[in-house]
Every structure is written in C-alpha cells, then in structure tokens.
C-alpha cells in the first residue's frame, strides 16, 4: 500500500520499482536453495553472519579464514552440491554484534536479521526526515528497490544507515553519540574512516575521542572472547585475500560492485588507469560532501539549529560508497531515505532515478557485460551535490519547509 498523497507519476515509479525487484528475486531462482540462494529464498550472505560465529563458540575460528576450509563448513552446514563463492570478511569485533544470532536456528536469525535491518532503517528514515516522516513516506523508503538488494543479500544497510545518520546529526550536538556509531561502524572499516574523514573536513571533530575508545573497547573485547588470534588471522590472511580480489581483479568475487575503478577493469582499462579514475573520483567525492556539509551545516550562525537538508545528508552518505574500490550494491540501502526522496521528488533526477531502480538488478546487468552502475552511482553522487553547491542555490530547502512539513516528492503536509 502506498500513500494517497503520492501523485501518478510517483506511483509509476514505486511500482515499477517494485517489478525490477521482483524479476531481481526471480532471476536468481529463489526456489533452489542450494543455488544461489541458500537455506533460504532470500538473504544470502547471512549465511556468513550465521556461520562465522558458530565457528568461533565451537572453537573452529580458524575456519572462517581459510577459504577451502569455510567453503567445506558451509556445503556441509546446508548440504550444497557445489562452490558457494562465500567469505567472513568483517574484523573480528563484528562478531560481538553477530553472535547472538548465531543462537537462532537459520531461518529464524535469517528473519530476525531482516527484520532488525529495516526497523533501523525505518528509524534512520525519521531521523532524516523528522515531523515530515509520515509513516506512508517511510513504508516507501523500507520498500524501495535498494533496500530489496539489501534483503535478498542478507546485509545490514539499515543498520548502517542508522549508524551513519546519527553519526552526521549528532556529530557537534552530542559527539560521543557520533563517536559510539562510527565505533560501530568500524566493522566497515573503510567506510567508518571515508565517513569521518568528511566529518573532520567539514570542521567536526568532537567525536574523535569517543570513537576511538569505542573502537578499542570493541577490538579488546572481541580479542578477549574470539582469542588475539582472530585478530592475526584478519591481519594475516583475510585482508590480503580480500585485497588480492580488488587488485589483481577476480570479478567473480567481487561482481556486484559498483565503483569506477570495477568498471573500469570490467571494461578492460589497465590497472594503472583505473585507479587513477578511482583516485580522481574518491577526491571529488570527498570534496563534495565536505563542501555540502559546509554549506548545509544546521549549526554554523545565528538564530536556532534548523534540520539538515535531507538531500545533503545523501551526498555526506553515499560519497564514503563512491570513495571505495569496492563497495557493493547492497550498501546504497544505507541511503536509501535521501535517494528514494530525490528519486520520487521535484525536479527531476534521472541518475538518481536510474541508480534508485537498477540497483536490485546489479548483478543482472554484469551478466549481461553491462557495470553501467558503476557510472550512474557516482554521477548521481556529483549531480546531487551540483544542485546544492550551485551558484543560487539555497541550502537547507530542498525537501523541508521551515515548519517541519515536507514540500518534495509528496507535496506539503
């Protein structure tokens, strides 16, 4: 059900969205569970979020580091005929998160997982919207087709939305808030550190301490209870392999990416050059969410705290996505409040509407020899900023009237 103040247009495309989700689903035929999907008709890579702790309460940690070994516990934990192509590639303080599910017979944590998943990221979707977060806005957000590529892969998008958008919001009201969220988000190293990088660029830094202590307490207590050891083998092994993937270019591992520099490699551009595309394109990312988060800032001057833009709290999120080598499709769920927002809204914007409705259908489109996401994602990155930084524009008004009521893809309420 869709709310009535959406207008035809709006509806056509939520609808259409949700076809492309759909044939998403059907195309990795949900029926064979011991295909594609496994254990079940969605979630796929809960299966790594179910069967690494397992492995570590049962005293096989050393299993999840080792790719013939964990292959070998995964056929035999779901009986599968063949070669999943799975990895555990989380630092080990990812387990202290995990572990509780690994209590729950599959399915059971499978739907636990989900469901956590999007009540955060109903919850990230009020944050971003405020009063204006009509519970009809926020059932389009959580069905939006970025968050079905998150739960047909089983991954936490919700939760990292959550974490990413208390981490901007509260970063100079109450920065150890900011700090204990990207702590969190440290699971994701590389996008903890490309999202507090802008942070400091634009000027917020008071949640440092906090992050790092938070940072720490978690990498002590995992060593502590998974073994020192855990954190060898992530060092050791589990970093290069997963490094090895990017750089020396197994797209099969790595097929539903949607960065430049995979583009580029799928396209057959040498290595050299890709990363220099790469390198250019994570610079731009970088500035552009500096500069909107500069420009937008809610408590820079006189007169009371207005709200963030939504649209700039998109750019300050989705640009650590863009400044990775690798970052999969599922991970734009995370923004999926402000890109669902720009997709359905006024003016019009075609790469935010194309990212918005192809990204269940990633790995589709690599099967056919076509990354063209790995061209939309950062262009609807830089064309969202352009409509906030250019001459004229007006900061802080894109979706939000003064009263709190929402004037963008819904009209006013």
């Known amino acids: 059900m869709v709310p009535s103040s959406l207008s035809a247009r709006q509806r056509l495309l939520v609808a259409l969205g949700g076809l492309l989700s759909l044939l998403a689903w059907l ?22 979020f179910w069967m690494a702790p397992r492995l ?35 630092p080990p303080h990812a387990l202290l998160f995990l572990t509780p599910l690994a209590a729950l017979p599959f399915l059971p944590g499978l739907l636990a997982w989900t469901a956590l998943n999007l009540a955060a990221l109903a919850a990230a ?75 400091i660029g634009a000027g917020r830094w008071r949640w440092m301490p906090a992050a790092l202590l938070g940072t720490a307490t978690l990498a002590a207590l995992s060593a502590a209870l998974f073994g020192v050891e855990a954190w060898a083998r992530f060092v050791g092994t589990t970093m290069p392999t997963h490094s090895a993937f990017i750089t020396t270019f197994q797209a099969g591992w790595i097929a539903h990416a949607v960065t430049p520099y995979f583009g580029a490699r799928f396209l057959g551009v040498p290595a050299a050059l890709a990363w220099a595309i ?20 809610p408590d820079r001057g006189p007169g009371p705290a207005r709200p963030l833009d939504p649209v700039a709290l998109l750019v300050v999120l989705l640009a650590p996505v863009v400044m990775q080598p690798y970052a999969s499709h599922y991970e734009l769920a995370a923004v999926a409040p402000g890109l669902t927002l720009v997709a359905l809204g ?9 990212v918005w409705l192809l990204i269940p259908l990633a790995l589709v489109l ?48």
Not at 32 to 43: K, S
Not at 56 to 81: C, E, N, S, T
């Open 278 to 297: 790469q390198g250019a394109v994570t610079a731009l990312a970088f500035a552009a969410a500096v500069l909107v988060l500069r420009r937008a800032d």
């Open 125 to 199: 979707t009020r944050l971003w919207l405020g009063p204006a977060a009509r519970p009809g806005l926020v059932l389009v957000v959580c069905t939006a087709p970025p968050v079905g590529a998150m739960v047909l892969c089983g991954h936490f998008g919700g939760l990292i939305a959550l974490a990413g958008t208390l981490a901007v919001l509260e970063s100079r009201r109450r920065p150890w808030i900011a700090g204990l969220c990207l702590a969190a988000l440290s699971i994701k190293p590389q996008l903890a550190l490309a999202l507090g990088l802008i942070l």
């Open 56 to 90: 570590f309460l049962a005293g096989k940690g050393a299993v999840v580091a080792d790719i013939a070994a964990y292959r070998d516990a995964v056929m035999a934990a779901f009986a599968l005929p063949r070669d999943p192509r799975l990895l555990f590639v989380y």
């Open 346 to 354: 006024r003016p019009a914007a075609p790469l935010a509407i194309a």
């Open 366 to 413: 690599i099967t056919f020899d076509q990354p063209i996401l790995c061209a939309l994602v950062p262009g609807a990155l830089f064309a969202t900023a352009w409509r906030l930084l250019a001459p004229g524009a007006a900061p802080g008004t894109a979706l939000v009237n003064p009263s709190g009521g929402y004037s963008g893809a819904f009209g006013r309420t």
């Open 27 to 48: 195309s990795v035929r949900p029926w064979d569970l011991q295909g594609w999907t496994i254990g079940a008709p969605f979630g796929r890579d809960f299966v790594n």
